[in-house]
């Protein structure tokens, strides 16, 4: 029983994880209707600039953590005014060949910079745990789940208590409508691509201390991102997150009781079966531009 339980706590807290990154790719592909393939360097850039920050800088967590996410922000800017608003009329293969090579581009950039060698960063919030059916489970989990929570609770008072936040969520909905009231598209279209590199950047910086980093981990948890996106219904905010948490609640349990070495195949065969009777996602169909 209370391997189950830790089990069940450990999927929920890297779900939440791969819902932030998920939730990033869901809103650019609301606000376009094309994936952004080279959302995962946004992982990447969160866990090695964060590494940076600590391991050769000494900052505390806190100052790292903010830093970092204002970078990740940057960049989200950037890349869509230097690149991605030159495509945004273009059709989806064009736009998904620009973004993957905009992440071949970085990710080697990366490697060159950080070097291929995986790194290790040793930090704990607090070593204190509670044990349930003699098994210990780190209070570590709650507080990167409270920290998930509280960053999607903010996020979810900006786009509903903000102007800025509602004009964004407008222009997502028709860019056309939201011109024709005023809103300037061409800034909430960078800022959407500013929030969802932000979220790329937070899933990153939480999830780095759990596995190793190196310049593949952003293309790691993409993957899974991308499934819990799909799942949860591509353009559906609520469904990207809790899409990330079923996903990481299969991949735990599948380790455990199937087997570790192939914890990465369960996620994706369950991931097929599930899109097999749900083509959109469980939660809400969306038209594509596919």
Known sequence: ?????????????????????????????KSLGYMNFAHS??????????????????LPFAAAFLLTMAIAMVYGVLTEK???????????????????SLSTVVKNTALILFGAYPHSLEF????AYFTIAGTQISLNNFIYFGITL??????????????????????QESAE????????????????????????????????????ISTELGAQISLKAFIAAVIGGLGNFAGSVLG???????ECLGATYISSGYKDIIVYTAGIIVLGFFPYGIFRRVKTKY
Not at 23 to 28: A, C, D, E, P, T
Not at 46 to 56: N, Q, R, T
């Open 177 to 212: 409508t939201a011109a024709a009231m005023g809103v300037n598209v061409k800034m909430t279209r960078a800022a959407t691509f500013a929030i969802s590199a932000g979220l790329g950047g937070v899933s990153g910086m939480l999830i780095g201390p759990i596995y190793t």
């Open 82 to 100: 230097l690149i991605f608003i030159r495509f945004s009329k273009t059709s989806p293969i064009t736009f998904m060949l620009v973004s993957m």
């Open 1 to 29: 029983m209370g391997l189950f339980v830790l089990q069940i706590v450990n999927g929920i807290t890297y779900g939440m994880f791969y819902g932030l990154a998920a939730l990033g790719l869901s809103m650019v592909f």
């Open 124 to 127: 704990k919030f607090t070593s």
């Open 41 to 58: 360097d946004t992982i990447m850039i969160g866990a090695i600039v964060l590494y940076c920050f600590m391991a050769y800088l000494s």
């Open 244 to 250: 990330g948490v079923l996903v990481g609640i299969t």
């Open 150 to 171: 509280g960053i999607l609770a903010a996020l979810q008072l900006f786009f509903v208590k903000t102007k800025f936040g509602l004009a964004i969520r407008m222009a």
